[in-house]
């Protein structure tokens, strides 16, 4: 009963048994806070921020800052490379069209009435007989030796 008279060691008791459960109730509080965050969280409130995170996680870091560079490199290297493609491309372009021009050209000059034309006054003439071959065989060769 509450109305019941009690001693000053009663009372001492009871207020230390308060004192108790304030004390317990406040180190759950603090190791509650205590408990380690997702590193989600964290960089949402800035926790990541703090000296003690960065010391605790610095090597990460540098990593993950050589890891970007990387990235960054990659992408200036395959936009150089995409543009040497490119070029070169258009050089095999070039190079194409100037083979085709020169081979038609060619063509066009060595034509057998073009060159019956230009010799002419050189004197030579096209023949008219159709060219003969002459064909040795080996036994011929043997007996004439």
């Given at each position: 009963?509450?109305?019941d008279?009690l001693?000053?060691?009663?009372?001492?008791?009871?207020?230390?048994?308060?004192?108790?459960?304030?004390?317990?109730?406040?180190?759950?509080?603090?190791?509650?806070?205590?408990?380690k965050?997702?590193?989600?969280?964290?960089?949402?409130?800035?926790?990541?921020?703090?000296?003690?995170?960065?010391?605790?996680?610095?090597?990460?870091?540098?990593?993950?800052?050589?890891?970007?560079l990387?990235?960054?490199?990659?992408?200036?290297?395959?936009?150089?490379?995409?543009?040497?493609?490119?070029?070169?491309?258009?050089?095999?372009?070039?190079?194409?069209?100037?083979?085709?021009?020169?081979?038609a050209?060619?063509?066009?000059?060595?034509?057998?009435?073009e060159?019956?034309?230009?010799?002419?006054?050189?004197?030579?003439?096209?023949?008219?007989?159709?060219?003969?071959?002459?064909?040795?065989?080996?036994?011929?060769?043997?007996?004439?030796?």
């Amino acid at each position: 009963m509450e109305n019941d008279f009690l001693t000053k060691e009663q009372l001492e008791k009871k207020a230390a048994a308060e004192q108790a459960k304030r004390a317990k109730k406040r180190s759950k509080s603090a190791a509650a806070k205590k408990i380690k965050t997702s590193s989600f969280v964290q960089i949402l409130n800035g926790d990541f921020l703090t000296k003690e995170f960065m010391i605790k996680n610095l090597s990460f870091i540098f990593f993950i800052m050589l890891l970007l560079l990387v990235v960054v490199g990659k992408g200036y290297y395959g936009k150089h490379l995409s543009k040497d493609v490119l070029n070169t491309q258009k050089k095999v372009n070039e190079l194409t069209s100037d083979y085709f021009e020169a081979k038609a050209t060619l063509e066009e000059r060595t034509r057998r009435s073009e060159l019956v034309e230009k010799l002419e006054h050189t004197g030579l003439k096209e023949t008219i007989n159709p060219t003969k071959v002459i064909k040795i065989t080996k036994e011929n060769t043997a007996i004439e030796r």
